[in-house]
DNA sequence: TTTGATCTTTACGTTTACGTAAACTAGATG
DNA sequence: CATCTAGTTTACGTAAACGTAAAGATCAAA
């Protein structure tokens, strides 16, 4: 058994440690309520390599560990990582316990993506800055105009 | 004149805060080449209200209040912006001195989209946390076997 | 004047991340 | 048995943000 068992956190889902917690296996259903994405998101995954739900029959059977992939994928978009991204940082997540190499390789595409997410940081600071300024501006102008400002 | 003469910062242009600095007017190529972009997306910025260069004929003329969006555009997207909400963050800004349920209203929308980014930033530190725990587990498991880590 | 570099418009092509509709299957329920 | 209700596959459609190719205009240098 891997890594990455669980992935709770995140107000990605509309219930954040909520509804699955006790379970052990999802129907398609259960995880498009959870999460809020569509039945085709899912399927849509499944088909991109970045889940691999059981079957019983045609239907879909999604482990805990299908659930907590969704999680980090919806996790890793909303920080604007592709598919393609998240899909391969779970594939080096799984790795796990290969060769020294790989493991180093996998290291330093982690430590890639840290340093980005960093940047994105001061990034964001930047513009809050200045959509705190603009938003300063605005208030001045309506404070002249007489009235009380927020 | 309105507001929005300056949005200099960011890493996103090659050279941070240098080469028209000094200039009024600016080609095609000068923006292309300080922002790292082509010149089809110049054009596209326009065609989607965006920019409004000048013309000299045929040719596109731009103002430090284009360099000044163009940078701002660029701001937006890197945090995650898409253009249209780019278009309509500098559409209110250029109301500048609107009816006051204007102001007011450019406000709300000002207060929403930071509110975003601060939740995009709790986003982007739990994701770097979890990255740094799997490289922290991935550093163990290279200790383990005698090569000294990084 | 011919070449060539840079610009222009027009328009179709591309990728990502799904939406949406059609047509089918399987189990539950009146 | 007929009808839901959920699920499935297949496949075409879509929005965003450009890329790329075609064909023509302009201006300077050889």
Do not use: C, W
């Amino acid at each position: 058994m891997t890594e990455l068992e669980n992935f709770g956190g995140a107000h990605f889902a509309s219930d954040p440690e909520g509804p699955g917690a006790g379970r052990d296996v999802f129907t398609i259903r259960d995880l498009t309520k959870e999460f809020a994405v569509s039945a085709r998101t899912l399927r849509f995954y499944e088909e991109k390599g970045l889940l691999d739900p059981a079957r019983r029959g045609e239907q879909r059977l999604y482990s805990r560990r299908d659930r907590a992939r969704l999680a980090y994928v919806l996790a890793g978009k909303t920080v604007g990582f592709s598919l393609e991204e998240v899909r391969e940082m779970l594939d080096l997540y799984d790795l796990g316990d290969g060769q020294v190499t790989q493991l180093k390789v996998a290291l330093a595409k982690f430590s890639e993506r840290i340093e980005r997410l960093e940047r994105q940081k001061t990034d964001i600071d930047r513009v809050v800055a200045e959509l705190t300024r603009a938003s300063d501006v605005m208030k001045a102008k309506l404070a002249v105009r007489g009235q009380a400002g927020d």
